[in-house]
């Protein structure tokens, strides 16, 4: 069926959605992870939980929404909640396994800066800003982040700490007491990473099929680290690519129609 | 007790310069027609309150309206940035503008907050997050039960709260259905409200007993204005205008495009003009 091989992008949504579990709740940040959490639920994982800050909850949309709040999501939810409620009595509550964010900048022990670039006060890039990201980070029992690897985007230092995620490392979050396990999975369109048992800085596990450590160097702007056993991504099957490139023509139809 | 009125007299009525203003509406329902029209009216030195503010206060910070903005996601979602207000923090044009910063779980606790009349908003949040470094609003509170400490953010108590809804009956109750977003909460924090409608009718006869619905007495005035959300959307009216989102980063990226389409769409427009807009987003005509 599919007539080309797929891209680095394609082959990230697709290791980011094989990290979702058939019992997860999940709640979805906006863009990358919007597509990996769809691609799980119309492939391996169909009775996943998708939950937007929007108050959806239990959506199943045909299209990827373009906002946290598209009417698709409503239309296809299980039921839908207010915003204080969403925060309150489900991220808040612990009632969610994980949670899935993008990012602007990261740095290896997976802090997330999504707000400035440059001082706050007088920023060089004012960015959007955390949204719900603060909490879903504290909040869901683990943290799944996807992006595109570049050295702006994967720095050493970040500019602003939108997100935590490990701190400085080691037990930071437990000395901040914080009880959920923080980011436990880095998916990028090179390399499958995981944090460092003790350091908590992330470690590539796997290489996407055809990448070569060269290319995670010149796109990262920390020191690339490998695990001990380091193995190849397996390669999309003809349904995971096929069903994600369906879902793109469809949401690509969807949003410029109007 | 709810006044049916126009939407010029609503809005003439209810804000003023200098008002602590809040036009809510998450995602879903965003009350353009009532910016507009306060847009139309000069309103200014406005603190403009709202989650996500989206292209409405884009659209009300690039005509320099506003002297203070308090947010918790200030993307054009799903779609970039808001290049108004970044012209604004960035390089302060039209005018400087003080910004007051939080996440969503704060600004939601802290609408809820000042919809209970409590003083703040007490809960579990910002957990080694940049904000509470720059925020001096966020603070902590140590709970007096177990010793945990928690987030302590004070309530949002708006002089007048704007928001768009699908219904309202002829005593002046008002139904919001769909994604109800913070539009209750933000109603009973402020000291007026003021709700624009897609239609009024007889009675709300068959709606859910659990339904969303607005008293007449904790509603100021209502307006009738169909189309009111656009380019948002209202659940069972219409469709959001995703392709009018994307096309807002060109329009809002240069300042005399900018002031060129608001002059055409805005000030030079009436609250008509919004029933044509979404004619051929009503469902069925899509």
């Known amino acids: 069926m599919s007539a080309s091989p797929a891209t680095p992008t394609e082959m990230m949504t697709i290791a980011a959605a094989r990290a979702l579990k058939n019992d997860d709740v999940c709640f979805v940040g906006i863009g990358a992870p919007s597509a990996a959490c769809n691609l799980a639920r119309l492939t391996h994982a169909p009775g996943i939980t998708l939950i937007y800050e929007s108050g959806t909850i239990g959506t199943a949309p045909d299209v990827l929404p373009l906002s946290i709040g598209d009417g698709e999501l409503c239309e296809t939810a299980v039921t839908t909640v207010s915003v204080p409620e969403m925060f309150r009595y489900w991220l808040q509550g612990g009632r969610i396994s994980v949670g899935f964010l993008g990012a602007a900048q990261l ?31 504290t909040s869901c029992g683990e943290i799944f982040i996807t992006m595109n690897q570049s050295k702006r985007g994967m720095v050493q230092n970040i500019d602003f700490f939108t997100s935590f995620g490990h701190g400085r490392g080691g037990n930071h979050r437990q000395e901040l007491g914080i009880t959920t396990k923080g980011p436990t999975l880095l998916v990028t369109d090179l390399a499958v990473w995981k944090p460092h048992p003790e350091t908590k800085a992330f470690q590539v596990v796997s290489l996407h099929p055809g990448v070569t450590r060269q290319q995670v160097k010149e796109a990262c702007g920390w020191q690339v680290a490998y695990a001990d056993d380091v193995g190849e991504t397996p390669p999309p099957t003809a349904l995971e690519l096929d069903t994600l490139r369906d879902l793109r023509a469809r949401t690509e139809r969807a949003h410029r129609a109007a | ?143 007096p039960f177990t010793g945990e400490e928690l987030a302590a953010v004070p309530s949002i108590r708006p002089d007048v ?17 769909g994604i109800i977003g913070i539009q209750k909460e933000a109603v009973l924090a402020a000291r007026r409200a003021v709700v624009t409608v897609e239609e009024i009718v007889e009675d709300f006869a068959g709606v859910s007993p659990n339904a969303c619905v607005l008293p007449q007495w904790t509603v100021t ?60 987003l009503r469902k069925g005509n899509a």
Not at chain 2, 25 to 37: D, K, M, R, S
């Open chain 1, 107 to 137: 740095d290896p022990y997976g802090n997330i800066n999504t707000t400035v670039i440059g001082d706050y006060h007088h920023p060089k890039v004012r960015l959007p800003g955390g949204g719900g990201a603060p909490e879903i980070a």
């Open chain 2, 1 to 143: 007790m709810a006044k049916f009125q126009t939407l010029q007299e609503a809005v003439a009525k209810n804000l003023h310069d200098g008002d602590v203003a809040a036009f809510e509406g998450f995602t879903h329902l965003i009350p353009f027609a009532a910016a507009h029209e306060a847009i139309r009216q000069g309103r200014k030195d406005l603190t403009l309150i709202r989650m996500t503010p989206d292209l409405i206060y884009d659209q009300m910070v690039g005509m320099g309206m506003a002297k203070r903005l308090v947010f918790s996601y200030v993307g054009n979602p799903g779609a970039g940035l808001l290049l108004r207000v970044r012209d604004a923090v960035e390089k302060g044009w039209p005018n400087e503008i003080e910004i007051e910063e939080h996440s969503h779980a704060g600004m939601a606790n802290a609408y809820e907050a000042g919809a209970a009349g409590l003083p703040c908003a007490v809960f579990r949040g910002y957990r080694g997050a940049g904000l509470k470094e720059v925020n001096p609003n966020i603070r902590s509170i140590t709970c």
């Open chain 2, 161 to 177: 709260t704007f928001i768009h809804a699908q219904k309202a009956n002829r005593n002046g109750d008002v139904l919001i259905n």
């Open chain 2, 221 to 280: 005035a209502i307006a009738v204005v169909p189309g009111g959300a656009n380019p948002s959307y209202a659940h069972g009216f219409y469709d959001r205008d995703n392709a009018a989102y994307l096309a807002w980063n060109d329009i809002a990226g240069d300042r005399e495009r900018f002031a060129a389409w608001m002059k055409d769409n805005v000030l030079e427009a009436s609250p008509e003009v919004f029933a044509e807009r979404v004619a051929r």
